[in-house]
């Protein structure tokens, strides 16, 4: 396994990881060292580290053209699509996890942001067409999946609920409808291992139904 | 104190530190020579800077794939339990003439990874030859061309203009 690393990256934040939560990193991590590379796409993460060779041009490795690599819409692929972009969904309720009847609830979920740190995460309860702004537990860390949550009283209905982050750089999580006119619309049964469409980082809607059960979609 | 002092004095200072630190260490590994480390630079650029010596042939590369490779990549590399080599109408979008820019990228990981049960026991010729019959199979280059250092990085894929960068101010 080999991949190309820009020298921006090794000098930002990159760094060789020995030790995790105070003891050595797991075999199943990449004992007994790891490339680390914050924000960046989890195989680029490389594993049971062996090797640094300073090069002048990507190599193109078989795991950064073959794969990891993604058809837009028109004839270009593209490639070297380094950072996970900024995403959030709700946990709490969420498929699994039904509500017992009307009442006061809280929405809850987890954003993040390769970019750096979460900015705001708004939550809507009509499938979009108001919001409002949820509290960020602390420490608001850069790179780091970030809890949000909104106290919310539920009337029984079924309701469309979504979370929609920021982060500090500016970005914004996008629609289905904003991805897909950048991207252009996927294809029909597409099964989930095909990664056609990887960086999916889009809004999530979750219906609750007047049962309390949550279900995953379109919205 | 002269400039000469302070600039001794820092190295012996920086001395000082490396070794302790080298002592409250991981204390991982250990030197590697010349020689040992030729097994392990494997990286094959574009240009083909370090490929080894060999040569290989489709018809040769057919041998050895149906010994070695055909069990998981299936007939003629249509895919099977695993990834297509070759053009697999309906069956895989994915395919190498479409996302492999260099040939070059097929003798890197190749030689690595492959097979996925022994990898790096092929030789140098098998690399090329397996790499020649890929490259055949997805109709880049002719039944009788031979691959070397020398042929490889000059063969165009078809695809090799149809990447973008996504953020090219990343890099």
Same mark, same amino acid.
């Given at each position: ?19 995790? +939560? ?113 509290? !960020?537990?602390?420490?608001? !860390? ?58 999916? +980082? ?18 | ?29 250990? #030197? ?56 697999? #109408? ?26 996925? #049960? ?34 490889? #990085? ?18």
């Amino acid at each position: 396994m080999n991949r190309s690393i820009p020298i921006a990256k090794a000098l930002d934040d990159a760094m060789i990881a020995l030790y995790q +939560n105070g003891e050595r990193i797991n075999p199943a991590q990449g004992y007994p060292m790891r490339l680390l590379v914050p924000g960046y796409e989890g195989n680029m993460n490389v594993k049971w580290l062996h090797r640094i060779k300073l090069i002048e041009e990507p190599v193109m490795a078989i795991n950064e053209t073959m794969q990891y690599t993604y058809r837009v819409a028109g004839p270009k692929i593209w490639q070297f699509f380094f950072p996970m972009e900024v995403k959030s969904f709700i946990t709490h309720p969420s498929p699994g996890l039904t509500l017992k009847g009307p009442g006061f609830y809280e929405i809850s979920g987890l954003a993040y942001s390769g970019n750096g740190r979460i900015g705001k995460v708004m939550v809507s309860a009509d499938g979009g067409r108001s919001w409002a702004q949820a509290a !960020l537990d602390a420490p608001l !860390l850069s790179k780091a999946l970030t809890r949000f949550r909104m106290p919310w009283r539920w009337d029984g209905q079924p309701v469309l609920l979504q979370s929609r982050a920021w982060d500090e750089a500016g970005n914004v999580q996008p629609t289905r409808a904003e991805m897909f006119a950048e991207r252009g619309e996927p294809k029909v049964n597409v099964p989930v291992t095909a990664f056609p469409m990887g960086h999916m +980082n889009v809004v999530t809607t979750w219906a609750v139904d007047n049962k309390g059960e949550a279900k995953h979609v379109y919205g | 104190m002269s400039m000469g002092k302070r600039f001794a004095l820092a190295v012996a200072v920086a001395l000082v530190a490396s070794a302790a630190s080298a002592a409250d260490g991981p204390g991982l590994g250990k #030197p590697i020579n010349e020689t040992d480390l030729v097994l392990w630079d494997l990286s094959i650029g574009p240009d083909g800077k370090g490929l080894p010596h060999g040569s290989g042939t489709p018809a040769q590369g057919a041998v050895i794939y149906a010994q070695k490779c055909e069990v998981c990549h299936g007939k003629d590399g249509e895919g099977g339990r695993n990834a297509a080599l070759a053009n697999a #109408p309906g069956k895989s979008a994915r395919t190498m003439a479409l996302y492999v820019p260099n040939a070059t990228t097929i003798f890197d990981f190749t030689r690595r990874a492959m097979p996925w #049960p022994q990898p790096k026991s092929l030789t140098n010729d098998e690399v090329y030859a397996l790499t020649a019959y890929i490259l055949a199979r997805n109709k880049v280059i002719g039944e009788d061309e031979v691959m070397n250092a020398e042929t490889l #990085p000059k063969v165009l894929m078809p695809n090799r203009n149809g990447f973008v960068s996504r953020y090219p101010e990343k890099h």
